[in-house]
């Protein structure tokens, strides 16, 4: 719902000849929206590329999953700090970067911290209500951290039906006739239902006393089998992904796409390892990425214990980021000083090879899993490689190619799908050979040695054309050695 954040008004002056001409500041908001940050978020969205109505959507699509008489409890991400120091607990300074959890954030669109949420399932046409815990406002917080959004506006905005605080939810949950579904980490699950020491399933939020009470209330519940875990329905849910995921996914990939295509021009014999990572993270941020999605990998192998690329080392970068919640994950092969040798050239070869053979199976069309894809990735590699000279058993295969070949993503780098399940439409997987040949490696000759070669790409599942998300980043051989070259038109910033 939009019609609060359309119908407010606010003074658009400059003020400082650095600001924007849009948006408002200080925003009364806990998240950027569209009346703070029009440049990154359409009239409708909650998050960029999301609108409300497709939050909304996946809450009905969750609730119609249950059965009647159900409610269903998640939790904020809390804040976490760099130090434990009091000092940094009072005033707060000190954390990292603040990400809200994953299906938290799927349901929601919400962004703030210390907060839950309660669906309960309806018998009407919405088919469920959804209540927002908060903090109540605080100022001392508000000149720390910048304002919560309003009780107002996470109705009108957000779509709650009613707000409360979050140190009522222990009462509202013991009043509850329900069964409850509860978004818990697994391992407190596990503790749960053996019966273990009961660690507060709401230490994830920052620790205060009211969260002993909501603790009790849902382990005397659980005792009396009245929780179940959401894990499941989530999983199903997340796994396909819409249209307009899709082209957030898209987006993402675009950043960190060209991000590799400019690190790959940026690199020369002498450069720093962490210096080509920095440079990527630069390019991502840049470009309205909130933050890179793993810890890149920057080097293989023997290039690992190498400070400088002084020779023609094969740099293999794997790194991505995340846009509006969404990962990329993108690995490229690049040689450092533009050209590829001989050696590098045919194991690069047989794995490309391998990989776009595997991208042709991505449709529901082939009727292969993930696990059916990774074993027919490892004969087709084995038959690549030996199309290059180098005839591997089986064991010396799996040996120098000791990973899986595709994982699903989205809103987290690596989700839960259950790898025998046939591939459908909306998924979004990787795709990601590679062979990694260590120095002194008995059954391969020594001109292969320190080489470690990967290309990775996120493909979209279809019925019978799968999508690449990922082509802004180079990989064909010629394209690679044009970007380092400089030969392709972009340059290193």
Not at 65 to 81: E, G, N
Not at 272 to 299: D, I, T
Not at 414 to 419: A, G, P, R, S
Request: charged share 25%; proline share 5%.
């Amino acid at each position: 719902m939009t019609t609060g954040l359309l119908r407010r008004s606010f003074s658009l002056s400059r003020s400082f000849a650095t600001e924007a001409s849009w948006g408002i500041k200080p925003s009364p908001y806990g998240q950027p929206l569209p009346l703070s940050h029009p440049h990154l978020l359409g009239p409708n969205d909650l998050t960029p590329g999301i609108p409300a109505f497709e939050y909304a959507s996946r809450r009905k699509a969750l609730m119609d999953r249950l059965p009647s008489r159900s409610a269903v409890v998640s939790l904020a991400a809390p804040i976490k700090y760099m130090s434990k120091s009091i000092l940094f607990a009072i005033f707060n300074s000190g954390i990292y970067h603040y990400r809200q959890d994953s299906n938290f954030l799927y349901l929601t669109g919400f962004q703030e911290s210390d907060t839950a949420v309660v669906l309960e399932k309806t018998s009407d046409s919405q088919g469920y209500r959804m209540i927002l815990f908060t903090p109540a406002q605080n100022n001392h917080e508000d000149t720390w951290h910048g304002h919560r959004t309003r009780d107002d506006d996470l109705v009108n905005i957000f779509g709650a039906h009613s707000t409360q605080r979050i140190d009522t939810l222990s009462d509202y949950l013991n009043k509850s006739a329900a069964t409850l579904y509860v978004d818990l980490p697994s391992h407190l699950h596990d503790q749960i239902r053996r019966n273990n020491k009961r660690a507060s399933i709401f230490e994830r939020l920052r620790p205060s006393s009211q969260f002993d009470d909501i603790d009790k209330c849902l382990l005397e519940k659980a005792d009396r089998k009245r929780t179940d875990t959401l894990r499941r329905e989530l999983d199903a849910l997340r796994s396909i992904k819409s249209e307009n995921e899709v082209k957030v996914m898209r987006r993402s990939c675009d950043i960190a796409g060209r991000a590799h295509a400019k690190t790959m021009r940026f690199a020369h014999p002498g450069v720093l390892e962490a210096h080509l990572e920095a440079h990527f993270q630069y390019l991502c941020l840049r470009e309205n990425a909130s933050r890179l999605s793993y810890v890149p990998v920057v080097g293989s192998g023997a290039n690992s214990v190498i400070i400088h690329h002084t020779r023609n080392h094969g740099v293999r970068m794997d790194a991505g980021c995340e846009y509006a919640g969404y990962a990329s994950d993108i690995t490229r092969t690049f040689p450092v000083n533009g050209k590829f040798s001989s050696e590098q050239r045919d194991l690069y070869s047989a794995v490309l090879s391998t990989q776009k053979e595997m991208i042709k199976l991505c449709t529901t069309q082939s009727g292969a899993n993930l696990w059916t894809l990774h074993h027919d990735s490892v004969k087709t590699l084995g038959r690549e490689l030996k199309q290059v000279g180098l005839d591997l058993d089986t064991r010396t295969l799996e040996n120098v190619y000791p990973h899986n070949l595709c994982h699903p993503i989205g809103l987290d780098l690596h989700e839960d799908v259950d790898k025998r399940l046939p591939l459908q439409p909306g998924m979004v997987i990787t795709i990601e050979p590679g062979v990694y040949i260590p120095s002194g490696h008995r059954k391969i000759p020594e001109r292969f040695w320190n080489n470690g070669l990967q290309v990775e790409d996120l493909v979209l599942i279809t019925e019978k054309e799968p999508v690449v998300l990922s082509v802004a980043a180079p990989k064909e051989i010629a394209d690679v050695e044009g970007a380092c070259q400089g030969a392709l038109g972009l340059e290193a910033f």
